[in-house]
């Protein structure tokens, strides 16, 4: 998991709530919103926002 490897250090994510508590303690920024990209992390809730993701994903892979 990113949060286990540091990556997510000063990083605004967003994820299950669930695992909140994780990512904060891993030292990310976590907001409540469908999709959240920090430069070219692409984080999103759950599966119903796939679509979404998977906008996001593709407009950060082509530096839209």
Do not use: C, Y
């Not at 997510?8 to 030292?27: C, E, H, P, Q």
């Amino acid at each position: 998991m990113p949060a286990e490897a540091g990556i997510l250090k000063n990083r605004t994510v967003m994820s299950l709530f669930a695992i909140k508590d994780d990512l904060v303690n891993a030292g990310a920024r976590w907001v409540e919103q469908e999709v959240v990209v920090d430069d070219k992390l692409v984080t999103s809730r759950k599966p119903d926002d796939l679509l979404a993701f998977m906008r996001a994903v593709i407009a950060t892979a082509s530096g839209a």
